[in-house]
């Protein structure tokens, strides 16, 4: 079955640091994975995606992913982290025989501490 | 372009009333989905529409349906509304006619069932 996991419901890190939010998934044949964040109040907004070639992908807002097929994973990631990164976020994957449905994980808070 | 609209903003209904939200989708674009967001189960899709047709559809009972317009103007229904049904919608649209679904969502609609 397809499926995407999103293994930390929450994610806390201090403003400058590093972030890494995690997403595994399974899927049968090539994946096509997606990041989306959402505000509070607000519709999810597209920040990156993989469909084929290079393994990182950068995205808007300054983050980037890294689509590791032997780890079946796509981490999303960032140098630095904002204040104004704080949000929740959501990994998706898409599989063009899965009845062209993507599939949603479960939603990742970020808090970024000042 | 203008983005992903959807009316109303928020809602307050009782149990056993119907409600019926709408979305605009961008310009151009032919496909809507329809999503359900609640705090533990993340994203649940509805049902997509395309070019006046239901493409897909999830797991959701009959309760649940939604109509496309020729103008690409989506709607969705649901009628005698449970308490569980209080969630946020949020409505996508994409081109619907390449085969990776990029999504653009709108802000959603929030609604309450008393």
């Known amino acids: 079955a397809q499926s995407v996991a999103q293994p930390e419901d929450q994610v806390k890190v201090a403003e400058g640091n590093p972030l890494t939010v995690k997403c595994t998934y399974s899927v049968s044949g090539n994946p096509y994975l997606f990041w989306y964040v959402q505000y509070p109040n607000r519709g999810l907004q597209f920040l990156l995606k993989y469909i084929t070639g290079d393994n990182l992908v950068k995205g808007s807002y300054g983050f980037e992913a890294e689509f590791n097929k032997s780890q079946t994973s796509f981490h999303l990631k960032k140098p630095s982290a904002l204040v104004s990164d704080s949000a929740l976020y959501f990994c998706?994957?898409?599989?063009?025989?899965?009845?062209?449905?993507?599939?949603w994980g479960l939603g990742t808070s970020l808090a970024v501490n000042p | 372009k203008a983005g992903v609209t959807q009316t109303p903003r928020y809602l307050i209904k009782t149990r056993g009333q119907q409600v019926t939200l709408s979305c605009s989708p961008i310009?151009?674009?032919?496909?809507v989905s329809w999503y359900q967001q609640t705090p533990g189960q993340g994203l649940q899709f509805l049902f997509e529409y395309f070019s006046e047709t239901q493409r897909n559809k999830g797991n959701f009972p009959g309760r649940f349906s939604g109509r496309q317009f020729s103008n690409s103007r989506s709607e969705m229904n649901v009628s005698t509304l449970e308490l569980g049904d209080s969630a946020l919608y949020l409505c996508a649209s994409s081109s619907g006619t390449s085969g990776i679904p990029e999504q653009f969502f709108g802000p959603g609609t929030r609604l309450t069932v008393l």
């Open positions: 310009s151009g674009h032919r496909s």
């Open positions: 998706a994957v898409y599989n063009a025989g899965n009845n062209r449905k993507l599939i």
